[in-house]
């Protein structure tokens, strides 16, 4: 049902951007437009996670909930950075990058057996544990269609997401694992952004993408909304929300992750941020 759901918005999206395009006006000159050619947004990201870890061969497809078997905390509030820079005259070619980290630890005596990778947890075992993400997404996207109003493009980019692991047992195992892993994602997508007014702005974009190649198999899809306000030159505020959902699962030996196991997370969120633009 999710991924009907989110096949549908991706196809409905896609819809709304052609359609939207193909009914504007001509562009106008880009000394006319109301883009900017530089942006920097920094604030706060204020999420709630849902995580799932399977590690080692034996493991592949089996998913433990780590809020929920390990105590991690499903809210978090991360500092955020996104900037974007359009570099061409004619303010078609953009280039965007955005960084946070999402960083948890918890400790819990847990209240059922528990199997992660080769390793079994017994009831009443002391688990401390930390999962550290950090995501990093550079993008580039063209303006097929760019006016005064509406500024509509095609993207193409990259999510480079470094995870690291640790869990320690104590009491009735005595047990430490820890490991770092990298999951790269290619994404495809489309942009869209709306003057209301001079000073007011409605943004929009929607990444995917899924690969399945030998022994590796990741997916992903992230969607965004934000409203923005430029109370002052050069300086604005945002609001804005954003869902991202990522599966990565992988053996030891693909030539695409050094995931050994399967690593599935999704957050959602509040953006809350100051914006400096030219």
């Not at 193909?22 to 990201?45: I, M, V």
């Not at 509509?152 to 690291?164: C, E, K, N, Q």
């Amino acid at each position: 049902m999710r991924k009907r759901w989110w096949c549908s918005l991706v196809w409905g999206v896609s819809l709304v951007f052609c359609s939207l395009a193909f009914a504007g006006e001509q562009p106008q000159k880009s000394t006319d437009l109301p883009w900017e050619t530089f942006s920097l947004n920094l604030g706060a990201f204020i999420s709630t996670v849902d995580s799932g870890l399977g590690l080692g061969v034996n493991s592949i497809g089996v998913d433990i909930d780590l809020e929920e078997a390990l105590g991690l905390d499903s809210s978090i509030t991360a500092f955020r950075v996104d900037t974007f820079w359009r570099f061409t005259d004619n303010k078609r070619h953009r280039f965007d990058f955005s960084w946070f980290d999402l960083n948890r630890d918890a400790s819990r005596v847990i209240g059922k057996n528990i199997e992660i990778g080769d390793t079994d947890f017994p009831a009443q075992t002391t688990i401390t544990s930390s999962l550290d993400l950090s995501i990093f997404k550079a993008t580039y996207s063209y303006s097929f269609f760019q006016d005064d109003r509406f500024d509509l493009a095609a993207s193409a980019g990259l999510f480079v997401i470094p995870i690291d692991y640790s869990i320690q047992a104590t009491n009735l195992l005595d047990v430490y694992e820890a490991d770092s892993v990298t999951a790269p994602l290619p994404v495809i997508g489309l942009r869209g952004d709306f003057a209301i007014t001079p000073k007011l702005f409605f943004k929009t974009n929607i990444d995917f993408f899924y690969l399945e190649i030998d022994n590796y198999q990741g997916s992903i899809v992230d969607v965004r909304l934000a409203v923005e306000y430029n109370f002052f030159k050069n300086v604005g505020f945002g609001l804005g929300f954003e869902h991202v959902q990522v599966d990565v699962e992988a053996q030891g030996d693909s030539d695409l992750s050094d995931i050994n196991g399967n690593i599935m997370f999704d957050y959602s969120g509040v953006l809350l941020y100051t914006k400096i633009y030219f």
